[in-house]
């Protein structure tokens, strides 16, 4: 399967987003699908995912409350709302299938991506007045 992401943009802190991460040459029902964010300077950590098996969904602390992960049968697309966006979330967002079904964001260590696989390129999401 191949995931593509897109939505990205410059918005003004406490606007919104919604980002997708459309797949292609396989069903995304099958895989837990995760948002990793990289930002300035920093490495990747995992923000929000997906399970496939009870289709429940995960966050990292800082996303908790303010974004949320949905899936898109039809559409074989998952999308990330984030609401009250803040300087911090600026950074690459990426979507990629995660072999340990988020289990990462399960036990709070939102850098533990060794799972995660397929990788989109990533939308870049800038957080500025």
């Known amino acids: 399967v191949q995931l593509q992401a897109s939505g990205g943009g410059l918005v003004q802190p406490g606007g919104s987003l919604r980002l997708s991460c459309a797949g292609s040459g396989g069903s995304l029902d099958d895989y837990a699908i995760g948002w990793v964010r990289q930002g300035p300077g920093k490495g990747r950590e995992g923000i929000a995912c997906?399970?496939?098996?009870?289709?429940?969904?995960h966050y990292a602390d800082s996303a908790q409350g303010r974004f949320t992960i949905a899936r898109d049968k039809v559409k074989n697309t998952v999308y990330l709302q984030m609401n009250s966006l803040k300087p911090d979330d600026t950074g690459l967002y990426l979507c990629a299938t995660d072999n340990f079904g988020c289990r990462s964001l399960v036990i709070g260590i939102t850098t533990a991506l060794s799972g995660y696989t397929n990788w989109g390129q990533g939308t870049l999401v800038t957080v500025s007045s």
């Open positions: 997906v399970r496939s098996s009870d289709g429940s969904a």
